[in-house]
């Protein structure tokens, strides 16, 4: 009998936690950015070229597909303050996707710097997102960001030498900053003392 109940808490518990999952194929705008962001599919972003040509995404990334299933592959950071940079080859990028001007970036610049790095590197100069208008910030659906992350792995082999350098960074300042916020690190005013 209590084996049972044990059973039926752990479905009614499933099913809880599963009813508060968001769809991972959603546009959803973030809760927190300060700032105008472009809440949209990653297949739906057009682009400049630095030729003037408006180009699909489709056509900046070959092969691209959103990922699929339940475990998706997130951007190396969500965000990152200008003091938390300590890579010289990032250094130059805060500033240049800083859309709302607030001395860090955030998911939605961090994706836009993400995706227009990842551009560059494999050969396609793009100006910006978005044909009008520029956009410096977007919130696309989880499975668009895993399916952008998996496309830049995959390409990684044919990116310029200064790409893959680029890309090497954001994956260590990425692991940098977990260790940083998650695993213990010791406020002390405004520094950190990981021991």
Not at 55 to 70: H, M, N, S
Request: hydrophobic letters at 40%.
């Amino acid at each position: 009998m209590n084996a049972t109940r044990a059973l039926l808490a752990l479905a009614a518990g499933t099913v809880l936690v599963l009813a508060g999952c968001t769809s991972s194929t959603q546009p959803v705008p973030p809760c927190c950015y300060q700032g105008t962001v472009t809440t949209t599919r990653l297949a739906a972003l057009e682009a400049v070229a630095s030729d003037g040509r408006r180009l699909r995404f489709a056509d900046i990334f070959p092969g691209y597909v959103p990922q699929e299933g339940l475990v998706l592959r997130p951007l190396p950071f969500n965000e990152v303050q200008q003091q938390e940079i300590i890579y010289a080859s990032l250094e130059p990028l805060l500033p240049l996707y800083d859309a709302n001007g607030d001395g860090r970036l955030e998911k939605p610049e961090v994706l836009v710097m993400y995706a227009r790095e990842a551009a560059l590197a494999t050969g396609t100069p793009i100006k910006h997102f978005g044909t009008d208008t520029p956009i410096w910030a977007v919130s696309a659906p989880t499975a668009d960001v895993g399916g952008l992350v998996g496309w830049v792995q995959a390409q990684r082999g044919v990116m310029t030498e200064a790409g893959q350098a680029l890309f090497s960074d954001l994956d260590l300042l990425g692991q940098d900053l977990k260790l940083l916020h998650n695993e213990g690190g010791v406020d002390r005013g405004g520094f950190y003392d990981i021991r």
